[in-house]
């Protein structure tokens, strides 16, 4: 369902978005790479203060490639609700208003054929708004409660759980990774709060320019996206119509900097050395 979800929803016109929650990001030493003086590499403490963690609430719409986060410390209930209440509210309020007038049996068809299939469901509201979004997230425990289910129904939103081990239905989980490594990779927060400003600062980044996702996931589809030359993303089922720009490492510049060509010796050389040339125009032995 969530395949389907991904392949035809934005199609029906019904706007299809994931939710998840990343980390907890600890303050400590990441692994990366950074520009420093020959010989002088940065150096990582061996020791670190644990001062707490930080998470990410996400919302991603791959269609787009927007993406809604908020750093927090914690994630409970009240802190999560209140977030997707006020950024769903406010996605709802730029979609377009439903042009067919649905009777209310056929609008509750509707919703019921996002459902089919699924071992356990959802009791739905008595009096169903137009279907206007599917919300891909996973099997949270805050995710079930009563109160914020009637909440979403009654904004015309229908959530659909990935199952245990079904991480890879969520695309989300394919925009978290990218988020984490281009804020944290070597880098040491010593404080939550900056682990928070570097995630959110990333992500105003990132929807300067934002990668539309594709979904990508089955093995027919593998097939498929090879032949059309699309490009598949960690984390998820995801691929994207052109690559995501990835940045060459500070080390890997370097290298590529530093490399020397290797050529034989000229003919008024002694035969069978090798010398490296540091032009064309002179050999040096």
């Not at 400590?28 to 403490?45: C, I, M, N, T």
């Not at 977030?83 to 377009?96: D, R, S, Y």
């Not at 805050?142 to 904004?155: A, C, D, I, V, Y």
């Not at 052109?242 to 940045?247: M, Q």
């Amino acid at each position: 369902m969530i395949e389907r979800a991904h392949r035809v929803g934005e199609a029906l016109g019904l706007a299809v978005w994931n939710e998840d929650e990343a980390g907890p990001f600890q303050t400590v030493p990441y692994p990366g790479s950074s520009w420093q003086p020959e010989g002088h590499p940065a150096l990582q403490p061996h020791e670190y203060e644990r001062n707490g963690t930080a998470k990410l609430l996400t919302l991603f719409h791959p269609r787009t490639g927007e993406v809604r986060v908020k750093g927090v410390t914690s994630v409970t209930n009240a802190v999560l609700h209140q977030w997707l209440k006020e950024q769903l509210t406010a996605i709802v309020a730029t979609l377009p208003e439903p042009t067919v007038q649905l009777s209310a049996e056929e609008n509750r068809a509707v919703w019921e054929s996002w459902r089919e299939g699924l071992t356990v469901r959802v009791t739905l509201s008595a009096q169903l708004p137009p279907l206007r979004m599917l919300l891909i997230w996973d099997n949270l425990a805050g995710h079930k409660t009563p109160e914020l289910m009637r909440w979403l129904f009654s904004q015309g939103i229908l959530p659909l759980r990935t199952p245990l081990g079904g991480s890879w239905l969520n695309m989300a989980e394919s925009m978290q990774r990218i988020l984490k490594r281009r804020a944290l990779e070597g880098q040491h927060p010593t404080r939550p709060g900056q682990i928070i400003e570097w995630l959110e600062a990333t992500a105003r980044g990132w929807n300067a320019h934002p990668t539309p996702f594709e979904w990508g996931g089955k093995r027919a589809a593998r097939r498929t996206r090879a032949r059309e030359r699309r490009h598949a993303l960690g984390g998820s089922g995801a691929c994207t119509r052109r690559p995501v720009r990835r940045y060459p490492t500070h080390l890997e510049q370097w290298q590529k900097a530093g490399q020397t060509a290797h050529y034989g010796c000229p003919d008024e050389c002694v035969k069978g050395h090798t010398y490296i040339l540091k032009s064309v125009e002179h050999c040096i032995s």
